[in-house]
């Protein structure tokens, strides 16, 4: 498993990664390797993720949309009716347990409930700063710095409004980043990066290296342990990486991914 989940939604699409998605592999033919990719591994990792978000956002936006008419039956009959309609794939439907997840996660999807008051006054005042960009959350300044309560996993992909997938974000930050839940989701094919020391990256790729830092730690693989992805946030934050690059030449995405996992 990548993480340790906490909401439904991320256990549904943690249960497509472990039942499909992990298993995606991408190989070369006629005795030509991987080896001329800037890395073969990060590039099976992205065709592993990229598989799993395909099938999650089909499944999630499918049964949100047959809600009002199966909500109601018991996950077994879900999953044929999701099946029937070739919304879901066939092993999925016929997974109990990931139709459970898909139901519950549905459910939180079309209920859209927003953190109680008390929950969301106290992760305001959880951290003082964004923690992706790290400015300083104001309630008086400008309106990009107020701070406002982020769901670390989309409430519309079945993220709960529980303290622990919440977190306090920058207006702008949390705008922004929108429902992107994995590296994967950014800019991957779209990156051609210059570096110039008077511009910052698109906010898009930052966004997307923030979620690579962000996976890479709670996965265990920077050697802190396997964790949620709110731990992983707050002994991270800011996320927003500093590229360390002083030259001009342009880059490519994975290059740019390369140099966060470098980073540790």
Known sequence: MLWRPTTYGERAFLHIYEA???????????????DFLVSGRSFQEFAKLHATIETFIRCVRAAVYL????????????GRQLGRRDYVPRSLSSDRRFC??????????????????????????????????????????????RPTVEHLWPLSLGGESIE???????NDCNTKRANS???????VQSTDYRHDPKINPDVQLRLSLAMAKLMLEASGERGGGRCSLKEA????????????????????????????????
């Open 181 to 187: 839940i994995t590296w994967a989701w950014g800019p």
């Open 233 to 264: 946030a707050l002994r991270l934050a800011p996320l927003f990486p500093n590229l360390d690059i002083k030259d001009g030449r342009h880059r490519v995405y994975f290059e740019l991914f390369d140099e966060v996992r470098k980073a540790g």
């Open 67 to 78: 809600q009002p008419d199966i909500g109601h039956l018991a996950p077994a009959e879900y």
């Open 164 to 170: 622990e997938n919440l977190i306090a974000a920058c």
């Open 100 to 145: 459970e997840l898909l139901k519950q996660t549905a459910i939180i999807s079309s209920e859209a409930k927003a953190a109680p008051p008390a929950i969301a006054k106290d992760i305001k005042h959880e951290t003082s700063r964004c923690y992706l960009c790290g400015i300083k959350l104001t309630k008086t300044g400008p309106q990009h710095c």
């Open 20 to 34: 499909l998605g992990r298993h995606v592999s991408v190989d070369a033919s006629h005795g030509v390797t991987l």
